[in-house]
């Protein structure tokens, strides 16, 4: 079965600090590897989207990872700022579906002050 | 102002009820989806439209049913055969299946 777990469920750091958000998929072949970031009661809007060749991505303050040989990808946030804190979401192309999206269940990032 | 629109926000109805969501898009995609979002859990996807007139059960299609008359417009019913239709439901649109899609704000249902 096609998955895609995220970690981890839930996180919170303070201002100004880094972190890394984590995503483990199985979907095989995968046309490609999206991040979005979605505010509480919002729609998700894409951060940064890789195929099975890039190695990393990134977007401002936002880079991710992608290593397809083990079938993982993080995305790194840098200074975080108070207007991060949101769901985090790792979706995986499935190529073999007709390049049908697999979510990720997303990491719930909080940043304090 | 392009994008994606998805009205209401918020929805109360009676167990028992049809409901009907409403999606427009005005960024000339040619494919439409319906998500449902409940939480821990991904997105999953209900119903996907490749072109007008045409639509594809998705995941989870049992209880729902949709119509895409116009290019534009991707209406979701949600009927009372839906077991469990509380949750959020947001819509999407992407130029083609496979490219990158583009959501709407989502609408909240809670059924009671």
């Known amino acids: 079965k096609n998955q895609v777990e995220q970690s981890p469920q839930s996180l919170i750091i303070l201002e100004g600090k880094n972190c890394t958000l984590q995503?483990?998929?199985?979907?095989?072949?995968?046309?490609?590897l999206r991040w979005y970031k979605q505010d509480t009661g919002r729609g998700p809007v894409s951060l940064t989207i890789?195929?099975?060749?890039?190695n990393t991505k990134s977007n401002g303050r936002y880079t991710a990872t992608l290593d397809a040989d083990t079938k993982q990808s993080s995305l790194h946030i840098t200074a975080s700022q108070l207007s991060d804190s949101a769901s985090y979401i790792c979706v995986v192309s499935a190529r073999e579906y007709g390049n049908k999206l697999v979510f990720g269940a997303g990491t719930i990032l909080r940043v304090k002050s | 102002d392009g994008g994606i629109t998805q009205s209401p926000k918020y929805l109360f109805r009676k167990e028992g009820q049809n409901v009907t969501l409403s999606c427009e898009q005005n960024l000339n995609h040619d494919a439409m989806y319906w998500y449902r979002q409940d939480p821990g859990q991904g997105l999953r996807l209900i119903y996907y439209?490749?072109?007008?007139?045409?639509?594809q059960k998705g995941d989870i299609a049992e209880g729902y049913s949709v119509s895409r008359e116009k290019k534009e417009s991707f209406p979701l019913t949600v009927t009372s055969a839906q077991k469990n239709p509380t949750a959020f439901y947001l819509c999407?649109?992407?130029?083609?299946?496979?490219?990158?899609?583009?959501f709407g704000p989502g609408t909240r249902l809670t059924v009671t």
């Open positions: 999407a649109s992407s130029m083609g299946v496979g490219v990158e899609q583009y």
């Open positions: 439209s490749q072109i007008v007139n045409d639509f």
């Open positions: 995503c483990n998929y199985t979907v095989s072949p995968f046309s490609n």
């Open positions: 890789m195929t099975f060749s890039e």
